[in-house]
């Protein structure tokens, strides 16, 4: 994975996150779009984290940039900024994790695209939140409270987002807040 973000206290703060908690190899870093395109063309990642705002070239334009020169790349905005306000020019993107959230957010997404084929990526699940939730339930590590915790927070998120659902995403939404709840009022305590 490469990571690329203008700011090196938070790429040495997502290194080190991924060192803690995952099995992804960081390959490289970078500071802004340019520089992520030279990498990516030098190091072939898998995975490219990109902050959205950087000096020289802006994470959009670079990931337009990597998916015309490695199509097979995958990339996830990382940003302090509402998804919301970026909806419409993410579209050669594979995720988006809020910075605020990362430390939640990050490893599911990371792990749910690195075991998907691409035409999984584009299944039945509508809405960005629905994967993490997804892949918090497939985690082995943690407890069931803490999946359930994982996936609120997630759901949570995307309820107070700028730019607010619509009616369709709003009702599933609900739906998935009803189904949670249900899960841990039916939970023995002993799986926990």
């Known amino acids: 994975m490469l990571i690329v973000d203008d700011h090196l206290l938070m790429r040495k703060g997502v290194r080190s996150l991924l060192n803690r908690h995952s099995t992804v190899d960081v390959c490289g870093e970078a500071s802004d779009g340019e520089e992520a395109i030279q990498k990516v063309g030098e190091l072939h990642p898998d995975i490219v984290l990109l902050d959205i705002q950087m000096p020289r070239m802006n994470g959009i334009q670079a990931a337009r940039q990597i998916h015309q020169l490695q199509p097979s790349t995958k990339i996830v905005f990382f940003t302090a900024h509402p998804q919301s306000l970026f909806d419409e020019s993410t579209t050669c993107s594979n995720g988006f994790v809020s910075k605020l ?37 497939a985690s082995d590590c943690e407890s069931l409270d803490e999946k359930i915790a994982i996936a609120e927070e997630v759901i949570a998120v995307r309820l107070t987002d700028v730019k607010l659902p619509n009616h369709e995403e709003r009702t599933a939404l609900n739906s998935a807040l009803r189904a949670l709840e249900k899960l841990q009022r039916k939970a023995p305590d002993e799986e926990r």
């Open 101 to 137: 959230s990362a430390e939640t957010q990050l490893i599911p997404i990371l792990n749910h695209l690195l075991q998907s084929t691409s035409e999984e990526l584009n299944g039945p699940l509508r809405y960005q939140w629905q994967h993490s939730v997804m892949d918090a339930f």
